[in-house]
């Protein structure tokens, strides 16, 4: 079982005091495709032949398969994660406003799709070797009159994985399955799925820092706060390609102010 600290901010301020005047700045850009657009691909006939299909395929719905979600006039990229990875053995100093997290997130199934389908969160920090709870939250919740249930798996680093069944109205945090060693933060997202519906697939990325970001519907990100002077690797991963920067990321040497970053995502279509 993994052994968590919960700290007082007061602990936060100490440890961080090791970083002097530490200087900070933010990191956005925009990601955007090139070559073709890949093909929208509608689920509906699939989700017909299932005993669910009344609800799978409810008015409002969404049928469509959202593994590329791209602007067609902007060509920009959703759903992209960007994030930082300072090298083997060092730790980030974080930002003050970022020790405490209060921003809960969730990924719902009110129909036959994973909503949002790609989400991130941030149970910890890593702070002088410690892991420290942030405070935030992550639930995985079922809305819809049908069960589902949530199978999360990761790589052989990102711990065993669960599998949960969610009846209607059900909801799971997931914070004790990270202080149980079954889910950690990994270099890749742990896949997401759907037992029930196996058709329903989505990416969570949990992360032991604040530095990452997940591109808008213009394929825009915002990185706030981050460590100006710090030598990091900028990564970034969408599921239709894996790695978008190659898997050691793009090297940049953070500076105080705005940094920027655009750059492509390659379609897979030939």
């Not at 909503?115 to 992550?138: C, L, N, S, W, Y």
């Not at 790589?155 to 889910?183: A, E, R, T, W």
């Not at 970001?213 to 981050?226: H, K, Q």
């Amino acid at each position: 079982m993994r052994t968590v600290t919960v700290a007082l901010l007061g602990l936060f301020a100490i440890s961080n005091m090791a970083y002097g005047q530490q200087e900070w700045g933010s990191l956005s850009g925009k990601v955007t495709l090139s070559g073709k657009m890949p093909p929208v691909v509608d689920l509906k006939d699939k989700m017909m032949t299932h005993p669910d299909k009344a609800v799978c395929c409810a008015p409002k719905a969404n049928t469509l398969d959202e593994t590329w979600i791209v602007d067609p006039k902007t060509r920009g990229v959703k759903h992209v994660f960007v994030y930082l990875r300072m090298p083997e053995g060092k730790e980030f100093p974080i930002h003050p406003s970022l020790l405490k997290r209060k921003d809960n997130v969730e990924i719902d199934q009110p129909n036959c799709v994973f909503q949002p389908r790609i989400q991130a969160f941030q149970p910890f920090h890593r702070i002088d070797g410690k892991e420290v709870m942030t405070g935030q939250k992550m639930y995985v919740k079922n809305s819809a009159p049908v069960a589902h249930n949530v199978q999360i798996l990761s790589g052989s680093g990102g711990g065993k994985g669960i599998n949960v069944n969610l009846p209607p109205g059900k909801i799971i945090n997931l914070i004790p399955f990270i202080q149980k060693g079954d889910l950690a933060p990994y270099r890749l997202p742990h896949n997401v799925n759907c037992n029930v519906h196996p058709w329903m697939t989505g990416r969570l990325f949990i992360f032991d820092h604040p530095y990452y970001a997940i591109t808008r519907d213009d394929g825009s990100f915002e990185i706030p706060y981050v460590p100006a002077g710090a030598e990091v690797s900028i990564m970034a991963y969408h599921e239709g390609v894996g790695y978008a920067l190659t898997s050691k990321g793009k090297s940049m040497m953070l500076k105080p102010g705005k940094n920027t970053l655009d750059f492509e995502v390659a379609s897979p279509e030939k």
